[in-house]
């Protein structure tokens, strides 16, 4: 059974920084490439990062580009996310999805439960 | 990228048929064949109901159907379930290993 399960949300102040984490089981995980996707409060789901499966290769959206880091470690099946110079926009829930293919996300096909990061004063 | 345009609402009776649009432009939905759905319940995870336009993963039932034609896609549910009532959003790969969802479509089973 493939599961994600997602950690280290809380909150954070404006300008601070916060690391996600995801660990994965049930599936070989350095033959998924991953993503993190986030929902503000009350609204939809917009994709913030994606990665790999060898992490060689990231990418962003541009409203969380130069501020966010994706990685992973495979020898521990844990995806990261490296936040910084948070704004109150950031606020939502993260969640840690898995992709079908290995070196690109097109389709998510697993979704954690997510993580809540307030960003506020 | 902008999100992909979806109705924010959607209704239906048990036992009747509803179909959820979701329209983009050449650079996503009309330019590749991944788009995918997910039905998000109130406080959980997004669950994939459709990928690659047409196709359901095992376990969805095959009331979900998804169709594209240019620049839209749809998803139908027929043969409405109390169980459908959620959330329900689009997505679409657009290049450069960038993807874009909808603004999403909350589906009320009367």
């Known amino acids: 059974e493939v599961q994600l399960l997602e950690s280290g949300g809380g909150l954070v102040q404006p300008g601070g920084s916060l690391r996600l984490s995801c660990a994965a089981s049930?599936?070989?995980?350095?033959?998924?490439?991953m993503s993190w996707v986030r929902q503000a409060p009350g609204k939809g789901l917009e994709w913030v990062s994606g990665?790999?499966?060898?992490?060689?290769?990231?990418y962003y959206a541009e409203s969380v580009k130069g501020r966010f880091t994706i990685s992973r470690d495979n020898s521990k099946n844990t995806l990261y996310l490296q936040m910084s110079s948070l704004r109150a926009e950031d606020t939502a829930v993260y969640y840690c999805?898995?992709?079908?293919?290995?070196?690109?996300?097109?389709?998510?096909?697993?979704w954690g439960q997510g993580t809540l990061v307030p960003v506020s004063s | 990228q902008s999100a992909l345009t979806q109705p924010p609402s959607a209704s239906g009776s048990p036992g009747q048929s509803v179909t959820i649009s979701c329209t983009g432009t050449?650079?996503?939905?009309?330019?590749?064949?991944?788009v995918s759905w997910y039905q998000q319940h109130p406080g959980k995870g997004p669950k994939l109901m459709i990928y690659?336009?047409?196709k359901r993963p095992s376990g969805v039932p095959d009331r979900f159907f998804g169709s594209k034609s240019g620049t839209t896609a749809s998803l139908t549910v027929s043969e409405l379930q109390t169980e459908d009532e959620a959330d329900y959003y689009c997505?679409?790969?657009?290049?450069?290993?960038?993807?874009?969802f909808g603004g999403g479509t909350k589906l009320t089973v009367l």
């Open positions: 999805a898995k992709a079908t293919m290995t070196t690109v996300v097109k389709t998510l096909d697993y």
């Open positions: 049930g599936f070989s995980f350095s033959s998924s490439a």
């Open positions: 990665i790999s499966g060898s992490g060689g290769t990231t």
């Open positions: 050449s650079g996503d939905v009309g330019g590749y064949n991944y």
């Open positions: 690659e336009v047409t």
């Open positions: 997505s679409s790969y657009a290049g450069s290993g960038h993807v874009v």
